[in-house]
């Protein structure tokens, strides 16, 4: 597989893939969808990083991010660093460490772009006063769980006691910016212990271990598009990864939904418009706090794009779409989770649900989901409880409302299909 070089802490690292030299992927399990954590992670987390991505602790921000561009790349006759803003990205994971990084640094300052730096950089960040507003943190390794074992090699540096030491340094030296981490499947699926290699301790504590060295975390797991994974593929694997990190990384830690936006592997599909919208949201419906796209494509003749978000219009269109959305629900998706809105559906799919409250108004958003048996997800009628026993539920975006009847909203739902209801 072509993959994409990245220098973390030193280290010579593999872009994110979801696929490691010499070993089987972990296969996703059939568990039942899980609330996400009441209330959930905060906004105001971010209050304590003055030079972070939303220092005020804003509401109003929900985080959009992309792996790892080149800002002063150049798709469709604009620098990439002022395309991405347009379609709703507001920061860069990376900076491709290579020779051309400065160049890459030119870029940043001339579009103004915004990213996490690379953890080597912090002195570099600091000094440059002048442009501290285009640094938001630092990504400290890509995938460490997998890449302590590529191949035959073991690499001392990504065990878990490593990686808190080096982002715990990165800490120290600049305790205004937080600290990134994106893990592997091994840490990101609920069957991801197996192939997992060289435990420092046990699974379980490598795996809280690595995700302490993270002030923001995410995992990928490109399930959409993955060559292997059969009648696995489907929406619910990527809320899965977030409901599986959250075990290891706890209620309070900005967990980001990571979703492909092109080909990720030099085998299997390349993700549709559908499916990414599907992807984004089972996410969020499993308790994201943001949203990283992977823009990297891989071929088997060797060839490869990175900015596959920007090269697809169908893809940039829906992207562009979904992240509109996402911040214009953003004040609602960053309330805290409240209880009292369970769901049913007529024929068994499972349905994810979020209640929120704001300013006396309640928000439910929910999403048919699938399962290993329904990798899919199927359309269904679904009923929703909700703690008011009467009324009309304005379905936002679709020009409709519902009624609240003895407690209860009945309405129908396409596979994965997401409703957002107010009342």
């Known amino acids: 597989m072509v993959r994409a070089l990245l220098a973390v802490l030193g280290l010579t690292l593999t872009a994110c893939t979801a696929t490691a030299v010499s070993h089987p992927q972990p296969d996703p399990e059939p568990d039942r969808v899980v609330a996400p954590a009441l209330a959930g992670p905060s906004v105001d987390y971010y209050k304590k990083w003055a030079n972070g991505p939303n220092p005020t602790g804003d509401p109003s921000v929900f985080p959009v991010n992309v792996w790892m561009q080149d800002p002063s790349g150049v798709e469709n006759g604009e620098k990439l660093g002022r395309a991405y803003p347009k379609i709703g990205v507001d920061f860069g994971i990376g900076l491709w460490e290579d020779q051309w990084w400065y160049l890459r640094q030119e870029g940043l300052y001339e579009t103004d772009w915004r990213v996490y730096a690379d953890g080597t950089r912090v002195d570099t960040v600091l000094a440059d ?77 490598d795996m809280r271990k690595y995700c302490s060295a993270a002030d923001i975390a995410s995992a990928d797991y490109y399930a959409w598009t993955h060559p292997d994974r059969g009648d696995t593929v489907g929406a619910y694997s990527y809320g ?101 809105a369970p769901a049913v559906s007529d024929n068994g799919i499972p349905v994810s649900v979020l209640h929120k409250e704001i300013g006396g108004d309640r928000w439910v958003l929910a999403q048919t989901d699938g399962t290993k048996q ?48 107010r009342f």
Not at 186 to 194: H, K, L, N, R, Y
Not at 399 to 419: A, E, L, S, W
């Open 129 to 205: 006063t002048a442009h501290a507003r285009n640094y938001v943190g630092y990504l400290i390794a890509d995938e460490p769980d997998m890449n302590k074992v590529y191949g035959d090699v073991f690499n001392p540096d990504m065990q878990p006691s490593a990686i808190l030491k080096a982002s715990d340094a990165v800490r120290a030296k600049d305790p205004s910016r937080p600290t990134y981490l994106n893990f592997s499947p091994w840490m990101g699926t609920p069957t991801g212990e197996i192939g997992y290699g060289y435990i420092e301790e046990s699974y379980e504590k």
């Open 240 to 340: 899965q990864v977030i409901d599986t990190m959250r075990k290891w990384c706890g209620p309070d830690k900005p967990l980001y939904g990571f979703v492909e936006t092109g080909h990720p592997h030099t085998h299997g599909e390349i993700i549709n418009a559908d499916q990414l919208e599907s992807a984004v949201w089972n996410t969020i419906l499993h308790g994201a706090t943001g949203i990283n796209y992977f823009a990297h494509s891989f071929y088997t003749e060797g060839k490869g794009e990175y900015s596959s978000v920007l090269t697809r219009p169908e893809i940039m269109a829906r992207v562009t779409a979904v992240n509109a959305r996402l911040k214009s629900l953003a004040r609602v998706l960053n309330a805290p989770n409240q209880p009292g």
């Open 374 to 421: 329904d990798p899919r997800s199927r359309a269904a009628k679904v009923t929703l409880s909700v703690p008011v026993e009467s009324g009309t539920a304005t379905v936002v975006d679709e020009n409709r409302t519902v009624p609240i009847v003895d407690g209860k909203i009945v309405d129908d739902f396409g596979p994965y299909q997401v409703h957002v209801y």
